[in-house]
């Protein structure tokens, strides 16, 4: 059975630090690509990170330039988020989403992804 699992979510204060974990089960990340997507209360959800094995490698939403970096462990069969100078606005329930590599889709489209986690809490706040 293929499967994402999230963690590492919780309450933090502004300017604090997250680290989300995503691992997989079933299933090998290395010929997956990998996309982090968040849904704040009453929003669509928004796509934040994304890793890939292809050209296409790492990136980011304009909102978590400099403040976010995705990397990915292979022999843990996990992707990470860190999420650093956390803001209000980051707060949400964050999703990792899993398909197989491919020279083209859009990967900032969750429509193009197969497997989805369970989510995990993010919530930033004073």
């Known amino acids: 059975q293929l499967q994402l699992v999230e963690s590492g979510g919780g309450l933090v204060q502004p300017g604090g630090s997250l680290r989300l974990s995503c691992t997989a089960s079933g299933f090998t990340l290395d010929y997956y690509a990998i996309g982090w997507f968040r849904q704040a209360p009453g929003k669509d959800l928004e796509g934040v990170s994304y890793i890939s094995s292809g050209e296409d490698g790492t990136g980011y939403a304009d909102s978590v330039k400099g403040r976010f970096t995705i990397s990915a462990n292979n022999a843990k069969n996990t992707v990470y988020l860190q999420m650093d100078n956390l803001k209000p606005e980051d707060t949400g329930v964050y999703y990792c989403?899993?398909?197989?590599?491919?020279?083209?889709?859009?990967?900032?489209?969750?429509?193009?992804?197969?497997?989805w986690g369970q989510g995990t809490q993010v919530t930033v706040s004073s």
């Open positions: 989403l899993a398909r197989e590599e491919s020279s083209e889709y859009d990967r900032e489209d969750s429509n193009e992804y197969d497997y």
